[in-house]
């Protein structure tokens, strides 16, 4: 008889539940039952035969097919499907999808700009997974303005939480007596991680917008609202994170 079991956490994931390792904390946290008992990481589901909760509500295997969303995420909205202080979160944004989406990483409450929706577990690791180093660029306006040691200090890296930063590219849009705009890419996706590289070298961050990912750029897509991805431009995305897997093994291959 053929075993029709996978992991809990990569049923959750395929199922638009969350990331595998955000899955994996829910887990972990005791919020999910398989079949009325209390999951453990580990664990094996039958699709098709077990009924799985997350905090009490049904997990609905998906049937319709992948979706993938790019979001203008507006200033003052946190990156989270529900909040349990009431504060205005990206679900409200994206509450006509029928398909149960989750983000795919984060921007934080004060952050604007790009930001993906799906319900393709795998997809969301791959864009998040550290060993993927997917690029982001954001235009973030920083005050006073940067003079040039803190522009190499924030290309070369700068430590934050005690390790330094990847190096990062730094461009200088725009500037005056008091304020600089800057656009700067990085690779890696630490929290909060513009915000803490312009404080550790004694710039405040006053406006961050994320502007692209990889190959996706927002455009003119307009505050508070979305669009669904292209097949070519969800390709091109995994292609770039396949890239970006199969360097960084390289160079650890070449360290060992």
């Given at each position: 008889?053929?075993?029709?079991?996978?992991?809990?956490?990569?049923?959750?994931?395929?199922?638009?539940?969350?990331?595998?390792?955000?899955?994996?904390?829910?887990?972990?946290?005791?919020?999910?039952?398989?079949?009325?008992?209390?999951?453990?990481?580990?664990?094996?589901?039958?699709?098709?035969?077990?009924?799985?909760?997350?905090?009490?509500?049904k997990v609905v295997p998906v049937s319709s097919g992948n979706v993938y969303?790019?979001?203008?995420?507006?200033?003052?909205?946190?990156?989270?499907?529900?909040?349990?202080?009431?504060?205005?979160?990206?679900?409200?944004?994206?509450?006509?999808?029928?398909?149960?989406?989750?983000?795919?990483?984060?921007?934080?409450?004060?952050?604007?700009?790009?930001?993906?929706?799906?319900?393709?577990?795998?997809?969301?690791?791959?864009?998040?997974?550290?060993?993927?180093?997917?690029?982001?660029?954001?235009?973030?306006?920083?005050?006073?303005?940067?003079?040039?040691?803190?522009?190499?200090?924030?290309?070369?890296?700068?430590?934050?939480?005690?390790?330094?930063?990847?190096?990062?590219?730094?461009?200088?849009?725009?500037?005056?007596?008091?304020?600089?705009?800057?656009?700067?890419?990085?690779?890696?996706?630490?929290?909060?991680?513009?915000?803490?590289?312009?404080?550790?070298?004694?710039?405040?961050?006053?406006?961050?917008?994320?502007?692209?990912?990889?190959?996706?750029?927002?455009?003119?897509?307009?505050?508070?609202?979305?669009?669904?991805?292209?097949?070519?431009?969800?390709?091109?995305?995994?292609?770039?994170?396949?890239?970006?897997?199969?360097?960084?093994?390289?160079?650890?291959?070449?360290?060992?």
């Amino acid at each position: 008889m053929a075993d029709n079991k996978i992991r809990l956490q990569k049923f959750l994931a395929e199922n638009g539940v969350a990331s595998r390792r955000k899955s994996e904390e829910l887990i972990e946290r005791g919020k999910v039952r398989v079949n009325g008992h209390p999951a453990s990481l580990g664990d094996k589901v039958d699709p098709k035969k077990d009924l799985v909760t997350v905090s009490g509500e049904k997990v609905v295997p998906v049937s319709s097919g992948n979706v993938y969303i790019m979001l203008n995420k507006p200033r003052g909205y946190v990156t989270t499907m529900s909040d349990e202080m009431g504060r205005k979160c990206v679900a409200e944004l994206v509450a006509d999808i029928e398909e149960r989406i989750f983000p795919v990483g984060r921007l934080d409450r004060d952050s604007e700009g790009l930001l993906l929706f799906t319900n393709d577990g795998e997809f969301a690791n791959m864009m998040t997974h550290p060993s993927m180093h997917i690029s982001k660029t954001y235009r973030v306006t920083v005050k006073p303005a940067a003079d040039e040691e803190q522009l190499v200090a924030l290309s070369s890296g700068v430590v934050i939480d005690g390790k330094k930063t990847m190096p990062a590219s730094v461009q200088v849009m725009g500037d005056d007596s008091e304020r600089s705009v800057l656009q700067i890419t990085i690779h890696e996706g630490r929290n909060r991680q513009i915000r803490k590289m312009c404080e550790a070298v004694g710039l405040e961050t006053v406006r961050l917008k994320r502007i692209s990912m990889g190959s996706l750029k927002l455009g003119s897509l307009s505050v508070g609202t979305y669009r669904e991805l292209k097949k070519e431009e969800v390709s091109a995305l995994k292609r770039a994170a396949q890239k970006a897997k199969s360097a960084n093994e390289q160079k650890k291959g070449r360290r060992n």
